[in-house]
């Protein structure tokens, strides 16, 4: 199953796993725990077990389907990465990548060790993007170095829910850089001069910006709807894409 996606910077899911286990500050408030509960609620089929790690081989054939050019955020409710997820199913849901060239495919881990382990002797298919979480220096920030290992054509970081100053990033070979804060009830809040030294670096560092969102806290601080606190950082959208992203 394929899912058209209100996510800014990609434009449809696929999901031949779902589910996942908590292992860093980001995960906390897990926006895709919340979703798969409700959509276990809902009966939708693959929730059955609400948000425990599960394989979907049904699913792996949806992206051939497709013929229009698309770009698919791969596992928007799981980390291909999960270290229950065996090796033989990763290189099947690469398999289809391969065979379907027309597609582009966003990876995002949060297991940036596994994730360079695992293409140590492999290829990187060429419409893959492959990226990591950096919520904060603690969790993220070391997995930037794992990441520059992988020799994926664009490699990006997904700095969200930014829940602290990341200090002074290495951006080599880094491609694209999207910065957001926490949405939902829980919300932790993410101060202007984080999201900013993240924009002013990737300047710096000729990084692609792309600005996501405030989340459920406004630039001014004060706590609202996410889509009363907008996208606008200085004053303007930031929605850069990597340079031969398509």
């Given at each position: 199953m394929t899912?058209?996606?209100?996510?800014?910077?990609?434009?449809?899911?696929?999901?031949?796993?779902?589910?996942?286990?908590?292992?860093?500050a980001g995960c906390k408030h897990c926006y895709a725990e919340t979703m798969a509960k409700r959509l276990q609620a809902m009966g939708t089929p693959g929730y059955e077990n609400g948000f425990a790690l599960r394989l979907l081989p049904e699913r792996l054939a949806d992206p051939a389907k497709r013929q229009k050019p698309?770009?698919?955020?791969?596992?928007?409710?799981?980390?291909?990465?999960?270290?229950?997820?065996?090796?033989?199913y990763i290189q099947q849901v690469f398999d289809v990548i391969a065979a379907t060239p027309q597609h582009s495919y966003q990876i995002l881990?949060?297991?940036?060790?596994?994730?360079a382990r695992y293409f140590r002797d492999r290829v990187v298919p060429?419409?893959?993007?492959?990226?990591?979480?950096v919520e904060n220096r603690k969790h993220g920030v070391p997995r930037i170095d794992y990441l520059r290992t992988v020799p994926a054509r664009i490699r990006f970081l997904s700095v969200e829910p930014l829940l602290?100053?990341?200090?002074?990033?290495?951006?080599?070979?880094?491609?694209?850089?999207?910065?957001?804060?926490?949405s939902g009830p829980k919300a932790r809040p993410m101060k202007p001069e984080w999201a900013e030294s993240v924009r002013r670096q990737c300047a710096k560092q000729e990084?692609?910006?792309?600005?996501?969102?405030?989340?459920?806290?406004?630039?001014?601080?004060?706590?609202?709807?996410k889509s009363k606190n907008g996208r606008l950082l200085n004053g303007r959208t930031w929605d850069e894409m990597p340079a031969h992203a398509f």
């Open positions: 899912t058209t996606s209100k996510i800014e910077w990609t434009e449809q899911t696929w999901n031949p796993i779902v589910g996942c286990t908590k292992i860093s698309t770009v698919y955020f791969v596992n928007s409710m799981s980390d291909l990465f999960h270290e229950k997820v065996p090796e033989s881990t949060k297991r940036a060790a596994r994730l060429p419409n893959v993007w492959l990226g990591v979480s602290d100053d990341v200090g002074d990033l290495d951006l080599r070979d880094i491609h694209w850089v999207i910065v957001g804060g926490e990084v692609a910006f792309f600005f996501k969102q405030w989340g459920g806290w406004g630039a001014d601080g004060k706590r609202r709807a």
